[in-house]
């Protein structure tokens, strides 16, 4: 079992950034692949980047390779996901997922967050 608690959300303006931390309970947060996911009104949750157990990361959504940058310090049993150059359709519940598998698929991930709300003004 693993529990997870996002937090670093807020209200930005276009072009700022933003920290978002994640932070893990249980035995074997090392051994999962940690995944950053967004979910705008109306739309689906889409995956963002992810990460493997190693630190191999996994840029996915086009829209964001370059300003986000997805991290892990096992030993504090936290990913992070760096945000920058933040832009209005980057306004979303962002959550965190564990998985066993380094997936694009939110079947996939086990575990997930609560969400944290990032707003880009413009």
């Known amino acids: 079992q693993v529990h997870l608690v996002e937090s670093g959300g807020g209200l930005v303006q276009t072009g700022g950034s933003l920290r978002l931390s994640c932070v893990a309970s249980?035995?074997?947060?090392?051994?999962?692949?940690m995944g950053w996911f967004r979910q705008a009104p109306g739309k689906e949750r889409e995956l963002v980047t992810s990460?493997?157990?190693?630190?191999?990361?996994?840029p996915y959504l086009d829209s964001v390779k370059g300003r986000f940058t997805i991290s892990r310090d096992n030993p504090k049993d936290t990913v992070y996901l760096q945000m920058n150059g933040l832009k209005p359709e980057d306004t979303a519940v962002y959550y965190c997922?564990?998985?066993?598998?380094?997936?694009?698929?939110?079947?996939?991930?086990?575990?997930w967050g609560q969400g944290t709300q990032v707003t880009v003004s413009s």
């Open positions: 997922a564990a998985s066993p598998y380094l997936s694009t698929k939110p079947s996939e991930y086990n575990y």
């Open positions: 249980g035995r074997s947060f090392s051994n999962y692949c």
């Open positions: 990460i493997s157990p190693k630190g191999h990361t996994l």
